[in-house]
């Protein structure tokens, strides 16, 4: 005999501002409390130090998760001059020091290495795994974590302000599997004067930004405002959540009629002819009387659906 699913079946993304020293995984799992809901995932791991936008996504959404954690990420952070740590952030032990400090010239001479397709070493304090193991579950243990060197992409990088010759804020966008914490090590061990993050701040993943994100403390309270409510209690908060598609703005959309709808929802490939036929080859998302339906692979007016979206209504 089946088991009873728990939870509700609600789709759609919330953008957190996620505080200070809660973990991506902890986030998670309070936002499935909240919503009741049977299936919650992440866009990209926020370090518990950080703060700013973790997209989550509950049900159907989860299927779209990819479009955002491969989309270019926005970053507001702090470089504390002087030392070096263990974690490349507040967090670790000093392992080296320096009475050197930076100039704004020096720090702007250096930051063209730092555009552009880069190499880059993780931070041994990392989710990255190493013959199976955690990265940071190995450091923690006492390990010598080796970790190689892999390209990643940032394609803005510049000074904000310089509050003290102590701490320098950059902004910065990024590429998928950026570290920031390595960019600030790297940063200061060419100015040879160390460095590690003091503060840091996503302020966007790909389409979501602060414009879109929502806190616990709203959540919450939209979850109290629905327990005082009639049943069902699920207005409020279903309320604050952007539709599935918020993450697939990148795509190309077709909108198609209830029969091909019904097809691409079989598992069956669509022939589109006439004035608004796609020409165009790659990935596109389908809806239908403002439901999405698919993410189709399109080959000239042929297509072929390869996530289909079980949506209701």
């Given at each position: 005999m089946?088991?009873?699913?728990?939870?509700?079946?609600v789709?759609?993304?919330?953008i957190?501002?996620?505080?200070?020293?809660?973990t991506?995984?902890?986030?998670v799992?309070?936002?499935?409390?909240?919503?009741?809901?049977?299936?919650?995932?992440?866009?990209?791991?926020?370090d518990?130090?950080?703060?700013?936008?973790?997209?989550?996504?509950?049900?159907?959404?989860t299927k779209?998760?990819?479009?955002?954690?491969?989309?270019e990420?926005?970053?507001?952070?702090?470089v504390r001059?002087?030392?070096?740590?263990?974690?490349?952030?507040t967090?670790?032990d000093?392992t080296?020091?320096?009475d050197?400090r930076?100039?704004?010239?020096?720090?702007?001479?250096?930051?063209?290495?730092?555009?552009g397709?880069i190499?880059?070493?993780p931070?041994?304090?990392s989710a990255?795994?190493?013959?199976?193991?955690?990265?940071?579950?190995?450091?923690?243990?006492?390990?010598?974590?080796?970790?190689?060197s892999?390209?990643?992409?940032?394609?803005?990088?510049s000074?904000?302000?310089?509050?003290?010759?102590?701490?320098?804020?950059?902004?910065?966008?990024?590429?998928?599997?950026?570290?920031?914490?390595?960019?600030a090590?790297d940063?200061g061990?060419?100015?040879?004067?160390?460095?590690?993050?003091?503060?840091?701040r996503?302020?966007?993943?790909?389409?979501?930004?602060?414009?879109?994100?929502?806190?616990?403390?709203?959540?919450e309270?939209a979850?109290?405002?629905?327990?005082?409510?009639?049943?069902?209690?699920?207005?409020?908060?279903?309320?604050?959540?952007l539709p599935?598609?918020?993450?697939l703005?990148g795509?190309?959309?077709?909108?198609i009629?209830?029969?091909?709808?019904?097809?691409?929802?079989?598992?069956?490939s669509v022939?589109?002819?006439?004035?608004?036929?796609?020409?165009f080859?790659?990935?596109?998302?389908?809806?239908?009387r403002?439901k999405?339906?698919?993410l189709?692979?399109?080959?000239?007016?042929?297509?072929?659906?390869?996530?289909?979206?079980?949506?209701?209504g």
């Amino acid at each position: 005999m089946a088991r009873n699913k728990k939870g509700r079946d609600v789709s759609g993304w919330i953008i957190l501002d996620k505080p200070r020293g809660v973990t991506s995984t902890h986030a998670v799992a309070r936002i499935k409390r909240i919503f009741d809901a049977t299936k919650v995932g992440h866009a990209g791991t926020l370090d518990p130090l950080a703060t700013g936008i973790l997209p989550i996504a509950l049900g159907e959404a989860t299927k779209t998760v990819s479009y955002a954690v491969d989309d270019e990420k926005a970053y507001r952070f702090t470089v504390r001059w002087g030392i070096a740590t263990t974690t490349d952030d507040t967090e670790g032990d000093a392992t080296n020091t320096s009475d050197s400090r930076p100039s704004i010239t020096d720090i702007e001479a250096v930051l063209p290495q730092f555009v552009g397709a880069i190499e880059q070493v993780p931070p041994k304090f990392s989710a990255i795994k190493v013959n199976g193991n955690r990265a940071y579950d190995l450091a923690r243990g006492g390990q010598d974590v080796e970790l190689k060197s892999r390209i990643v992409q940032i394609s803005d990088l510049s000074i904000e302000e310089t509050p003290d010759a102590d701490h320098t804020t950059f902004a910065a966008i990024c590429g998928k599997g950026t570290y920031v914490r390595s960019l600030a090590r790297d940063i200061g061990g060419i100015l040879g004067c160390f460095g590690h993050i003091s503060d840091l701040r996503r302020t966007r993943v790909g389409p979501f930004n602060t414009e879109n994100c929502t806190t616990f403390e709203e959540l919450e309270a939209a979850l109290e405002q629905d327990k005082a409510g009639d049943e069902p209690a699920t207005v409020a908060r279903d309320d604050m959540l952007l539709p599935v598609e918020a993450a697939l703005n990148g795509l190309e959309h077709l909108s198609i009629s209830s029969l091909d709808a019904s097809r691409l929802i079989r598992g069956q490939s669509v022939m589109m002819r006439g004035r608004d036929a796609p020409i165009f080859v790659g990935t596109a998302y389908a809806t239908s009387r403002g439901k999405l339906i698919a993410l189709v692979d399109c080959d000239r007016g042929t297509l072929r659906p390869t996530r289909v979206f079980n949506l209701g209504g």
